[in-house]
């Protein structure tokens, strides 16, 4: 009787599964899901023909307009860590800003929504392509490839925010007393381990490197994008591979074709879109468009208060390393009218200042070959080479004519050296929360921010709350509340 009952309440909802396609409302995207046709049963077709895989296919694609990707994945990688405040209001933000996150926070709760919705979307394309009669063969190759790199992303963040995080590999198509006990794990999937989670995506970034367009389609998820992926996810997992992240950085540099752009600022200028060093890029196509990229409107303006104000902590560092080029780029000086404990100025208040085109055509990067040296050098410390490491790092530096770093005497000095770079050159890109997380500097880092009171730089009021338990993210209490299957993180 109560498998009946889940049955029928599952039914009633069953418009719910266009979330498998569908976009939600406040992105203003196109309404991809009402011409994909879900089928009623499992044996059914489920994409008939070309156009409905090409749909499901621009689905995937719309993935980088939701709120995860245009605003809580710079906020989070920015704001959770010491590049900026979380400025602008709400209690939610200031959460995470202040490492007092709760398991009620509709942040967290909308972030688990949109990862969780992404695989959908990837699996209905992985699940059901190749049984599409009007489609190649090279395309359905492409698009199992594309599905499997977006696949991969999502859950690589899933796991490092979360942790444990499901694994769920089936498209629902159709719900009956018959399937109910096949589908019930992907209807309520239970958390698998960190372990599971990050061989699934290694397995999907092989897939995409064999089937994904080359790396001139810098637009899309591309073979040069899974090599990057691949790269991070063993450098981050339980016991990295740092001769595999070695290999797979040095793929993209020396054999990519792509190279540093010469002007640092002309990365962020919206004006050299595509560029040499572009490895994935989200292309902002403007308002009413599949990919609308409104997120500039979050971070930059005056007609409210925005989020990610730029810390004390980063603009101490750009002046202290002679950092002018990189802090021009980064941090833009404008009038405000909004209070802020952490900056008086009213006529010199700073803003986040690398997404700068507020009509919705702001591009970003997934992954850029800035971050890929930064990230071999890594592996190179890791490894032992010490100077191999500090050359890369320099080779960074020398774009924005800085001096040579001094070289490094330990392991953990040339570890030190090159977060600080990652700091500068990769600031309001959302990678710092991930960086100290990766290196195990998150404590060590974090609790030493200060501000400037008075003129005195004090320490940050929150900067002691964070702990170990912090650095995952609880399981929405919604979640837990509606699948028993889910267990909670310590702490929460």
């Known amino acids: 009787m109560k498998k009946l009952i889940i049955i029928r309440t599952l039914l009633l909802f069953s418009a ?18 009402d011409k994909v046709r879900i089928a009623q049963d499992n044996n059914a077709q489920v994409l008939q023909n070309a156009a409905d895989a090409e749909l499901a296919m621009k689905s995937c694609n719309a993935i980088f307009a939701s709120e995860f990707w245009q605003f809580d994945y710079f906020f989070l990688g920015d704001a959770g860590a010491d590049v900026a405040y979380a400025g602008a209001d709400g209690d939610e933000f200031f959460q995470i800003d202040e490492y007092r996150i709760i398991a009620t926070n509709y942040v967290i709760a909308r972030d688990w929504g949109h990862l969780t ?29 594309e599905a499997s790199l977006y696949r ?42 960190i372990a599971e989670v990050y061989a699934s995506i290694i397995a999907d970034c092989e897939v995409a490197m064999a089937n994904a367009p080359d790396n001139s389609f810098k637009f899309r998820a591309n073979k040069g994008a899974a090599k990057a992926l691949l790269a991070k996810v063993y450098a981050t997992m339980p016991n990295p591979d740092w001769t595999k992240v070695n290999q797979y950085c040095g793929e993209i540099i020396n054999t990519g074709g792509y190279s540093l752009m010469t002007t640092y600022d002309h990365l962020f200028d919206n004006k050299h879109e595509g560029n040499v060093e572009s490895i994935w890029e989200v292309n902002g196509e403007g308002a009413g468009t599949n990919l609308n990229a409104w997120c500039t409107n979050v971070f930059l303006g005056n007609n409210w208060k925005k989020f990610n104000t730029p ?76 100077v191999g490491s500090m050359t890369l790092v320099n080779r960074i530096r020398t774009r924005v ?13 040339a570890i030190n050296k090159i977060l600080n770079e990652r700091f500068l050159e990769l600031a309001f890109e959302g990678q710092r929360w991930y960086d100290l997380k990766r290196e195990g500097k998150s404590i060590e880092i974090l609790t030493q921010q200060t501000y400037t009171k008075l003129g005195v730089e004090v320490p940050m009021p929150y900067a002691n709350n964070i702990s170990q338990n912090d650095l995952i993210w609880p399981i929405p209490q919604s979640e837990l509340d509606n699948n028993t299957n889910l267990t909670q993180n310590l702490g929460y």
């Open 16 to 33: 719910s599964l266009s979330l498998l396609v569908s976009c939600t409302d406040v992105l203003n995207t196109e309404p991809i899901t």
């Open 401 to 413: 004519a800085l001096p040579n770093v001094s070289p490094a005497i330990s392991q953990d000095d």
């Open 117 to 145: 919705d992404d695989v959908k979307r990837c699996n209905l394309i992985l699940n059901y392509v190749n049984d599409v009669p009007d489609l190649s063969p090279e395309r359905k190759k492409e698009m199992i490839g």
């Open 152 to 193: 991969a992303l999502t859950r690589f963040m899933g796991v490092q925010i979360w942790g444990d995080f499901p694994i769920v590999n089936t498209t629902i198509t159709a719900i009956n007393n018959q399937n109910f006990d096949e589908i019930y794990p992907s209807l309520f999937p239970s958390r698998k381990p």
């Open 311 to 386: 810390s004390h902590t980063l603009n101490n560092a750009f002046t202290a390393n002679a950092d002018a080029k990189r802090k021009a780029s980064s941090i833009k000086r404008l009038p405000t009218t909004f209070a802020d404990p952490y900056w008086t100025s009213f006529l010199q208040f700073p803003n986040p200042w690398k997404m700068r085109a507020t009509d919705g055509t702001q591009n970003y990067y997934i992954f850029r070959l800035a971050d890929i040296i930064l990230l071999k050098a890594e592996a190179l410390a890791h490894t032992g080479d010490l």
